[in-house]
């Protein structure tokens, strides 16, 4: 195991922000080709002078940049991150002449993550260097797995980075799968896929981490406005971490085999894999059998297991403001929530009838539940509303009845507003997604402390 490992970076290419980020890093990396360096600072420190194929802002020729290489390296850096292509007569020269500074053999890709990761790194080993570091492009979140999982294989200092939108959670996996060095700004770039300082140690308790810690995800598309990694990474019970993955129908197969081969504990599922998922699953509850959706998955022991919160956090967000036992319950939409939803009031008493724009779908529902299935522009008396399409319908509920939404961004969802208006109770969809979440909280730490090393790497 590399004794320098998880160590976090604050890469500033601005000689301002030094002060601000040296207090909240281990090391602090300045880019040298984005200013000159005056004077080196107090703190561990990174030098880089970043050639301009590879992400640099210099315009300099080659011989030029080793020239200036050579000089800051008189400034005696705890280490240099150079261009693992660099000649290698040059490389052993400024080892030999800086034996102290450490030397980190990178490479940067921004356009894709190379298939071969095992051939790109072979080719990147030099005695000189004391660490290595990829940096790729993902163009999936199945191009960061295969990084993330490709780094446990590897045997020496390394640190593995995908770059771009879907490579952000790298930068908390990185410490789990033994990252050298993890990195992070001052303020957050998408572009990169780089989280802030304060992001990681607060919200990811990044110092917390390690190679024990089981990962929890949210997969789907889109994810971007999901509030669930601000709920669960605060109220974990055991050593663990919660990112957002997106991800597609078609890459479902493909990303199970993956994750297997990582440290994970569990996900939440949202649209549009409900269903998807279900072929991935040894074992399915009886609930999510009958509902046909999953949305929360739970590794165990050599086991896939799926089930569904859905139905149970909704009707347990609901009768804190009404029973449903027999009121006629309204449902909008036919999507996985609503039929998790239906299928649950239906459990609880509830008179259920299932609204949506095509009528074959409802109405598969309700043969399957035994509910009444109907056009939206049918919609008629009801005690209690819930609408579970994303987009505003322009539906007026009726007078003080109690209206519900599942949609939690923005907590006040149009139909919401026509609601207070007509005088109705309002049920928001927060309170849902709370209730839904604490139900798979108690999933996932149920299944660690059954088996608590089952997942560990």
Same mark, same amino acid.
């Given at each position: 195991?590399?004794?320098?490992?998880?160590?976090?970076?604050?890469?500033?290419?601005?000689?301002?922000?030094?002060?601000?980020? &040296? $207090?909240?890093?281990?090391?602090?990396?300045?880019? #040298?080709?984005?200013?000159?360096?005056?004077?080196? /600072?107090?703190?561990?420190?990174?030098? =880089?002078?970043?050639?301009?194929?590879?992400?640099?802002?210099?315009?300099?020729?080659?011989?030029?940049?080793?020239?200036?290489?050579? *000089? #800051?390296?008189?400034?005696?850096?705890?280490?240099?991150?150079?261009?693992?292509?660099?000649?290698?007569?040059?490389?052993?020269?400024?080892?030999?002449?800086?034996?102290?500074?450490?030397?980190?053999? &990178?490479?940067?890709?921004?356009?894709?993550?190379?298939?071969?990761?095992?051939?790109?790194?072979?080719?990147?080993?030099?005695?000189?260097?004391?660490?290595?570091?990829?940096? #790729?492009?993902?163009?999936?979140?199945?191009?960061?797995?295969?990084?993330?999982?490709? &780094?446990? &294989?590897?045997?020496?200092? +390394?640190?593995?980075?995908?770059?771009?939108?879907?490579?952000?959670?790298?930068?908390?996996?990185?410490?789990i799968v033994g990252n050298a060095f993890d990195y992070a700004g001052l303020t957050e770039d998408r572009s990169l896929?780089?989280?802030?300082?304060?992001?990681? @140690?607060?919200?990811?308790?990044?110092?917390? %981490?390690?190679?024990?810690?089981?990962?929890?995800?949210?997969?789907?598309?889109?994810?971007? *406005?999901?509030?669930? $990694?601000?709920?669960?990474? /605060?109220?974990?019970?055991? @050593?663990?971490?919660?990112? !957002?993955?997106?991800?597609?129908?078609?890459?479902?197969?493909?990303?199970?085999?993956?994750?297997? !081969?990582? /440290?994970?504990?569990?996900?939440?599922?949202?649209?549009? %894999?409900?269903?998807?998922?279900?072929?991935?699953?040894?074992?399915?509850?009886?609930?999510?059998?009958?509902?046909?959706?999953? @949305?929360?998955?739970?590794?165990?022991?050599?086991?896939?297991?799926?089930?569904?919160?859905?139905?149970?956090?909704?009707? @347990?967000?609901?009768? !804190? $403001?009404?029973?449903?036992?027999?009121?006629?319950?309204?449902?909008?939409?036919?999507?996985?929530?609503?039929?998790?939803?239906? +299928?649950?009031?239906?459990?609880?008493?509830?008179?259920?009838?299932?609204?949506?724009?095509?009528?074959?779908?409802?109405?598969?529902?309700?043969?399957?539940?035994?509910?009444?299935?109907?056009?939206?522009?049918?919609?008629?008396?009801?005690?209690? #509303?819930?609408? =579970?399409?994303?987009?505003?319908?322009?539906?007026? /509920?009726?007078?003080? =009845? +109690?209206?519900?939404?599942?949609?939690?961004?923005?907590?006040?969802?149009?139909? %919401?507003?026509?609601?207070? !208006?007509?005088?109705?109770?309002?049920?928001?969809?927060?309170?849902?997604?709370?209730?839904?979440?604490?139900?798979?909280?108690?999933?996932?730490? %149920?299944?660690?402390?059954?088996?608590?090393?089952?997942?560990?790497?």
């Amino acid at each position: 195991m590399v004794q320098e490992m998880g160590m976090l970076v604050a890469s500033v290419t601005n000689p301002d922000e030094i002060d601000q980020v &040296s $207090h909240m890093a281990d090391i602090v990396e300045l880019r #040298l080709d984005h200013f000159p360096l005056t004077k080196r /600072p107090k703190c561990p420190v990174i030098f =880089t002078l970043r050639k301009k194929e590879q992400g640099g802002a210099l315009k300099i020729s080659e011989e030029d940049r080793l020239l200036q290489i050579e *000089k #800051l390296l008189e400034h005696l850096p705890d280490y240099f991150d150079i261009e693992a292509d660099t000649d290698p007569r040059f490389i052993e020269k400024i080892a030999k002449k800086f034996p102290k500074v450490k030397l980190i053999g &990178s490479y940067h890709d921004f356009e894709k993550t190379p298939l071969d990761l095992d051939a790109l790194l072979k080719g990147m080993i030099n005695p000189h260097f004391s660490f290595y570091k990829l940096a #790729l492009q993902a163009q999936s979140t199945l191009d960061m797995l295969r990084l993330m999982s490709f &780094s446990l &294989s590897v045997k020496v200092p +390394f640190t593995a980075i995908s770059m771009g939108e879907y490579g952000a959670p790298s930068r908390i996996l990185g410490k789990i799968v033994g990252n050298a060095f993890d990195y992070a700004g001052l303020t957050e770039d998408r572009s990169l896929g780089r989280y802030s300082l304060q992001t990681l @140690n607060e919200l990811f308790h990044y110092r917390k %981490l390690n190679q024990q810690t089981l990962i929890y995800a949210l997969i789907g598309d889109p994810v971007e *406005k999901s509030e669930g $990694h601000l709920f669960h990474n /605060p109220r974990f019970d055991h @050593n663990a971490v919660y990112v !957002k993955l997106r991800l597609l129908g078609e890459e479902v197969p493909e990303f199970f085999q993956l994750v297997k !081969k990582l /440290p994970f504990g569990g996900l939440s599922v949202t649209m549009p %894999l409900k269903e998807a998922v279900f072929l991935q699953m040894d074992e399915v509850t009886l609930d999510a059998k009958k509902i046909g959706s999953i @949305n929360t998955v739970t590794f165990g022991h050599e086991k896939v297991m799926g089930s569904n919160t859905d139905g149970m956090g909704a009707l @347990n967000a609901l009768e !804190k $403001h009404t029973q449903v036992k027999n009121k006629q319950l309204a449902i909008l939409g036919a999507g996985g929530t609503a039929r998790a939803i239906a +299928f649950e009031a239906k459990r609880r008493g509830a008179i259920v009838s299932i609204y949506n724009r095509t009528k074959s779908r409802c109405e598969t529902i309700g043969k399957e539940l035994g509910c009444d299935a109907y056009l939206l522009n049918e919609l008629q008396g009801y005690d209690i #509303l819930i609408n =579970t399409i994303p987009e505003d319908i322009s539906i007026m /509920p009726i007078a003080n =009845t +109690f209206v519900m939404d599942v949609v939690y961004s923005p907590k006040e969802t149009a139909l %919401l507003a026509r609601a207070k !208006k007509q005088g109705c109770k309002c049920v928001y969809g927060e309170e849902m997604f709370i209730e839904q979440a604490l139900l798979q909280q108690a999933t996932w730490s %149920l299944n660690f402390k059954n088996n608590p090393v089952a997942r560990l790497v």
